[in-house]
């Protein structure tokens, strides 16, 4: 099948390329750009030298809608939205990895977003282990958040059995620095990033919403999303803490058997006896999750670990796209964490 | 004044001597260790080359404590119960930077450490800006821990006010691996630990107490610490997020306003109108300290950032000797954070 | 196949496992280990979770001959030699990946290493790159050095033409701390060794002899080789400086030009138009090589970057079984760099 | 005294600041900038809150030389030069932390840098330790690069003696990212630049010509440097590492011997028994130096460690104005290196 990518320069960019490259079904036909049109893939991505042999051109959308089978969209968030209609007008199939199809109601989108150019398309929202059989005949996926992929996955088995206070969800996250992009900033530039914590949008980053969404389908009810995320100076990797609160007792090893029953047919969830690290998942597309309960409190603290930039993005994508073309789900997300 | 350490060869040890060589009212007696008795004190901490010219000897309890005006005891928990009588019985004043007389009962000491061999020692709790007229007096100071420090610091002015549900205290915290000790093991080796991140002991780590008794004593009523530690791959810092849930509404100006007041005079606790970052305090013995509250649920996040090493543990002690003899509070604390 | 690997629990055990399951050819029979029997590989290294299922064993050897076309011994030095000829008896074909049979004469051997206990066993030098046709038929392939590996592939062409003085070959060398191996260590612990540069067995390195013998032998006359290897606070890499000085004017476009000949058909090795980064080869078993030639002074500075536990250990052993069983040299190998 | 820094938001001015507000005779009298003027300081170097309070402002640079005794300018190339006349003009001294007056002929300043605009200003090389009586009475100090700064320590007591080949001076030196400047670039965005080795400016980098000057000062004859500069992922720190050959056979311990005695009476060089590491200085002024000798090939390995911008630039132009000034050479450079 023919894919093109648009958004070849950024981090999920290269990302898409790394991984397709290797994937049995895919021709990658198109690589395109912004800033970068006119330069060999890999002098953008030096990694892929001799690999993938691609220069990246100015799209015009139609004509790769047309020439496509699949258009992966890896922009930032305002950009998808100005051409996914004319991509799905060609019938291409697209795979928005930006933020511009994640939220049903586009008042939300536009409050924490911008103005939306195209709503109302019909877009599944794409967190593979939820939302199978939609994403199956799905001509528009919007691919989860990162930040979102790792907390709903480390609770949505809580959500059906109704075991929890909803009023208070506490999610802290923190992140690896590929998960804000490509481009220089000051609070990117490694001598003032490296050996630095920090929180950022500590009460209203763009992902609540995202995720109180999705909560709140699993959960059936209004839910109460407490999320801060952090920037921690790793290049990739995130590790989710959810602190929640059961409305009774549990019992540790009976949530842990919850998980593993919830998870069981996923070929990317792996339910851990111990707890999760991010190097355990790096460069891979598994979510690693794991659970304790206070023997005190009874708070559960369940937490997950994914890469940001595959499970949290390209990984998950290409995931996707194996459920949208009836391939195996793991082609070409085969390869195995980079650890150490 | 004379001045003794013992447990030389640690960090905080290390820490100890690299801040009261700068002390101008302290004169450094003796260095005492265990596993590196007859080394130079500089082949153990080789910034002090030229700097301190002392050899770690094996320390006979009664002299160092007849030989010096005030000892550091900058060992493990465990340890410095074993012959801090002997210290005071000499007529030295302690300060403790182990866990052994941080709490205040015994039994919780050993249900999270081990049995306690000087129970019932009139020991002060040694966070500077809230027991300073104790300190002042005592002969035993507990010098607090890393996590416990920051975590109520970035809490205490709500206590004051009976602003939040006690029921309800997050408190996920981020530390900086120096806060593991000198001790090599698999989880602190470099290829392992570098570009990872975990939590661990998730609910019961040994400063939840800790954190219970003092959190307890400024609210004046029970609370309940849902405390979760980080390890992340930088040497030093904490970041400490602690998500509180306010009883009645209230204004993020206005608990500014609180903290500020709360902490106008403290020479080393800034509040600041945006938030901490570790390598703002890195080196130094500042506690930076900044909040919000979400418009949305009402969530107070607190978060503060330390040196662990520093305000966390030996800058910390050398403040309390500070307060203890009447020294200026600032002196031989002058340094600024090294950033980046 | 039938795969065996003694040595399952260091860091190229751990390589071994990550790349050869997903090797088409490959099964792999036995995991074997010292420190470690009875543990599930996936509790030693968490990244195989779920992806295969071995127990750690402990060997006995002959059985493991036996059972294996091929052993692949990830031990460190000293400890292969006592077992590899059982290996072989059983005619199992051996790749071993610790030094002990590099080097041609168990004289410098013993001078650099220790006594050894198998001396005179027919070995071929596994720098794939050069001697792919002996490899070919090899029974016992002794796989080169991380620093070996990138310095001798930096210079290697400037040797088929004569070009250099061979009294002054400067090799400076800055590796990853994987390089160093999984067992902790002061000089490995993270606090201590992140955020820090140091140089290490600065004039007499076990892999200068290694370095000599091969270069002398591409050479066809005695050489210098002056080695300092650095330990560099990142998990993986090698970057390998190499200062030489030509004996006539060079032109750099002809040098590459040569460079780009000698390595023509070579899958694993690109030489680049710019210089390499650890990171376009992170993960990979590429050979990144680039080179400058100084306008003032005619120094060639000829860089190589590599993975020092793919191309630098378990990757070019795959790659060595490849050539071995006649596989295509890809098989097994065909995972782009992680960048970022 | 008086003390007004030009170039006040980059790391060089970040540091004079860190350094100067515990320095007991100066004053701080105005900090100029040119992209930041009207914050506070603090704003720019959060760890400055509460510490220094002066708001940078644009510099009428007249006025500046007028009320200052001294002034640093902390700027790029080519900007001091357009306004070095004017303040001594105005009878300021000044000490230039950029490259502007460090080559003594200006065909090669321009050769490496750009058009000169004030040549021939009567300026002194501020290598504390070699120049120190010229230092005395300069109006103008031309503060020494980082990279000179580590590489001409390492070597100068060899020039003394007439040691070694003047032909084959190999420096192969490793910088932490703070060297290049605070802003930011994409060769600094810390994911591409964390867990990432490379070389840059392999054959011509402009400190080249500036460290050949001085050694040829040194030499008393031409000399052939081969300089070479790496960038590594740590925040502060120069590994210098210089390779030379002696004309005849030399012993080591001779060689210790020799450099003790020429840094005998230094502040800020400490000749160590060990190989030196860049945290034991990181923070401090001082530069350590290690050396080995090699048994097979007498290659001599001179290594030297400093924080780059102490040492290597604004604690050396402290050091510079101490001297200038007549006060303790160690005045407001007490701090020991912060380790871990």
């Given at each position: 099948m023919k894919v093109s990518v648009i958004g070849a320069s950024g981090y999920t960019g290269g990302e898409l390329f790394r991984l397709l490259c290797?994937?049995?079904?895919?021709?990658?036909?198109g690589a395109y750009g912004k800033?970068?049109?006119?330069?060999?893939l890999s002098e953008v991505h030096p990694s892929l030298q001799d690999i993938v042999d691609l220069t990246i051109e100015e799209p015009k959308y139609r004509e790769v809608g047309e020439s496509s089978d699949l258009v992966f969209t890896?922009?930032?968030?305002?950009?998808?939205m100005k051409f996914v209609p004319d991509l799905l007008d060609e019938d291409a199939r697209v795979i928005d990895?930006?933020?511009?199809?994640?939220?049903?109601?586009v008042r939300v989108y536009e409050e924490y977003y911008q103005k939306h150019e195209s709503p109302g398309l019909e877009a599944v929202y794409g967190l593979s282990e939820i939302y199978r059989s939609e994403i199956e005949k799905a001509d528009l996926v919007a691919n989860p958040g990162c930040y979102p992929t790792a907390a709903i996955l480390s609770l949505a088995p809580l959500f059906s059995e109704e075991l929890?206070?909803?009023e208070h969800i506490v999610i802290d996250s923190k992140s690896g620095?590929?998960?804000?992009?490509a481009k220089p900033s000051q609070k990117l530039h490694h001598p003032t990033c490296a050996e630095n914590l920090r929180a950022y949008n500590?009460?209203?980053?763009?992902h609540s919403p995202e995720i109180k969404q999705e909560v709140e389908k699993l959960a059936g009810g209004e839910a109460t999303i407490h999320f801060t995320p952090h920037l921690i100076p790793i290049t990739r990797g995130i590790l989710n803490t959810s602190h929640v609160f059961p409305q009774d007792t549990v019992d540790e090893d009976k949530l842990i058997e919850l998980y593993e029953n919830f998870y069981?047919?996923?070929?990317?969830?792996r339910v851990l006896e111990r707890l999760p690290q991010t190097n355990a998942v790096r460069g891979s597309n598994f979510c690693d999750v794991g659970l304790e309960v206070s023997e005190n409190s009874g708070r559960i603290v369940a937490i997950s670990a994914i890469d940001n930039l595959v499970k949290g993005a390209s990984g998950q994508a290409i995931q996707n796209m194996n459920i949208m073309f009836g391939f195996d789900e793991r082609m070409g997300l085969e390869e195995i964490a980079l650890r150490p």
């Open positions: 290797n994937h049995r079904e895919v021709e990658i036909v800033t970068t049109i006119g330069k060999d890896a922009t930032s968030h305002g950009v998808a990895i930006s933020a511009d199809y994640r939220l049903d109601d929890i206070d909803l620095t590929s998960g804000a992009g500590v009460t209203a980053h763009r069981d047919d996923e070929p990317f969830v």
